[in-house]
């Protein structure tokens, strides 16, 4: 059963930083696409960065270049969001992703996804 468990959201101050985590079962990371994505209130979900599994190399969307970073940790099944630099524009929910076959910035490529995980920023 494939399961993606999202954590590491709160309530931070601008200027910050936080890393979530997505644990995932039922699969493994290093042979699957994964992904996140965020969700701002009144507004369409929207990609953020993704990991293509073959070459463990990060695709950011373009807003997400220079505060963002993706990265994985095989040995514990994990993909993580490390977002430095908060700002207001940056709350949202944020979900994980994941999908055997496909891969990109777009929510319609992955067929599993976590519960999401709030991140909330402060002035």
């Known amino acids: 059963d494939v399961q993606l468990q999202a954590s590491g959201g709160g309530l931070v101050q601008a200027g910050g930083s936080l890393r979530l985590s997505c644990t995932a079962s039922g699969f493994i990371v290093d042979d699957w696409h994964t992904a996140w994505f965020r969700q701002a209130p009144g507004k369409e979900r929207e990609g953020v960065s993704c990991?293509?599994?073959?070459?463990?190399?990060?695709y950011y969307a373009d807003f997400a270049k220079s505060r963002f970073t993706m990265s994985r940790d095989n040995a514990k099944n994990t993909v993580y969001l490390q977002i430095d630099n908060l700002k207001n524009e940056d709350t949202a929910v944020y979900f994980c992703?994941?999908?055997?076959?496909?891969w990109g910035l777009g929510s319609s490529w992955y067929s599993y996804w976590g519960q999401g995980t709030q991140v909330t920023v402060s002035s």
């Open positions: 990991i293509e599994h073959s070459d463990d190399r990060a």
């Open positions: 992703a994941a999908d055997p076959t496909d």
